[in-house]
């Protein structure tokens, strides 16, 4: 999350309040967490990303990005 915070310059300004989804992906084998759900791949239309700093432990990999719907011109 400190992250997503760290790139306001780098994402749009919103005017208004918003929500955002946090998805996960996981390799087949691994164990979904209780209350967690599995859900099909979402599509966003006209689609920009911002690719965050990747980290890896001796157990887990991250890759994050944000993306959003880019404005339309």
């Known amino acids: ?3 997503v915070t760290a790139t306001v310059t780098f ?3 919103l005017d208004t309040r918003c929500a955002f989804d946090l998805k ?3 390799n ?3 164990e979904v967490a209780d209350g967690w759900l599995e859900q099909a ?3 966003i239309e006209n689609p920009e990303s911002v690719q965050l ?3 890896s432990t001796s ?3 991250v890759q994050a990005s944000v993306t959003y ?3 339309e011109i």
């Open 1 to 3: 999350m400190r992250q």
């Open 11 to 13: 994402l749009p300004l």
């Open 24 to 26: 996960i992906y996981l």
């Open 28 to 30: 087949k084998a691994a």
């Open 41 to 43: 791949d979402s599509k």
């Open 53 to 55: 700093r990747s980290f």
């Open 59 to 61: 157990i887990h990999r």
């Open 69 to 71: 719907k880019a404005e």
